[in-house]
Nanobody, 115 residues
Framework: QVQLVESGGGLVQAGGSLRLSCAAS????????MRWYRQAPGKQRELVAH???????TYADSVKGRFTISRDDARNMVYLQMNGLKPEDTAAYYC?????????WGQGTQVTVTT
C-alpha cells in the first residue's frame, strides 16, 4: 500500500510564503515524475508544477517565478516552495507521482491566502 501525505498548508497573508511537503511511504519503487496540482472551489484541478526524475521542472504560467518544486529521492519527498502568494493561489494542493506505471495521489492540503 502506497500513501502520499501532504503537509505545510495554512493561512497566510498576500505576499507571504509557504512550503508544502509530500511524503511517499509504503512499497514504492522507481519514482518517475512528481507533480503538484491545485483545485479551487468550483474550478477544475490544475497542474501547478512538475519535476522529472532527472530534475527537469515545468510550471504553470500563473506561478512561474514564484513557486519552486524540488524533490529528495532518498526520502521519497517532493516539495513546493511558494513565495509571493496571492489570493488567487487559494486552493487545495495535491501531490501526485508516477511509479512503475501507476499514479498516486495525496489527500490534499489547504492553502488560503488573505488580502
Amino acid at each position: 500500500q502506497v500513501q502520499l501525505v501532504e503537509s505545510g498548508g495554512g493561512l497566510v497573508q498576500a505576499g507571504g510564503s509557504l512550503r508544502l511537503s509530500c511524503a511517499a511511504s509504503g512499497r514504492i519503487f522507481s519514482i518517475n515524475d512528481m507533480r503538484w496540482y491545485r483545485q479551487a472551489p468550483g474550478k477544475q484541478r490544475e497542474l501547478v508544477a512538475h519535476i522529472t526524475n532527472s530534475g527537469r521542472t515545468t510550471y504553470a504560467d500563473s506561478v512561474k517565478g514564484r513557486f519552486t518544486i524540488s524533490r529528495d529521492d532518498a526520502r521519497n519527498m517532493v516539495y513546493l516552495q511558494m513565495n509571493g502568494l496571492k489570493p488567487e493561489d487559494t486552493a487545495a494542493y495535491y501531490c501526485n507521482l508516477d511509479a512503475r506505471g501507476l499514479s498516486y495521489w495525496g489527500q490534499g492540503t489547504q492553502v488560503t491566502v488573505t488580502t
